[in-house]
């Protein structure tokens, strides 16, 4: 088992554990929704896709991304995914990416969607 993401207690006031399934998608989340520089000891961790919820939309920019984000998620999540495909939209103020996924411990192929929205001004 493995710590819950984001850390939580759960009924029995116990540090929250998530299974292998969850665990390799809240893994995902991490990679995603955290911007370089934002942890200590490892300034390159994340992909910086939070920043997009900001930026003008384009074709040009959601293929940029899109690479990011398969990139960063090659680097940190390697040993654990094969990442078949990564789709970014960017709607108005409100950021999904799809990551289609194969998990290496199980063989198993995963779709997870992520959502995000700015915040309200």
């Given at each position: 088992?493995?710590?819950?993401?984001?850390?939580?207690?759960?009924a029995?006031?116990?540090?929250?554990?998530?299974?292998?399934?969850?665990?390799?998608?809240?893994?995902i989340?991490?990679?995603?929704?955290?911007?370089?520089?934002?942890?200590?000891n490892?300034?390159?961790?994340?992909s910086g896709?939070?920043q997009l919820?900001?930026?003008?939309?384009s074709?040009?920019?959601?293929?940029?991304?899109?690479?990011?984000?398969?990139g960063?998620?090659?680097?940190?999540?390697g040993?654990?995914?094969?990442?078949?495909?990564?789709?970014?939209?960017?709607?108005?103020?409100?950021l999904?990416v799809?990551?289609?996924?194969?998990?290496?411990?199980?063989?198993?192929r995963?779709?997870?969607?992520?959502?995000?929205?700015?915040?309200?001004?």
């Amino acid at each position: 088992m493995h710590l819950a993401y984001p850390f939580r207690f759960d009924a029995r006031a116990r540090t929250a554990q998530a299974g292998d399934d969850d665990y390799v998608r809240q893994q995902i989340e991490q990679v995603l929704f955290t911007s370089p520089g934002e942890r200590v000891n490892r300034p390159d961790f994340g992909s910086g896709v939070l920043q997009l919820v900001f930026a003008p939309n384009s074709q040009e920019l959601a293929a940029t991304v899109q690479f990011l984000v398969q990139g960063a998620l090659q680097q940190w999540l390697g040993d654990l995914i094969v990442v078949d495909a990564v789709e970014i939209e960017a709607e108005d103020a409100r950021l999904v990416v799809r990551v289609v996924y194969l998990n290496r411990r199980t063989q198993q192929r995963s779709v997870a969607d992520f959502a995000r929205e700015a915040p309200a001004p």
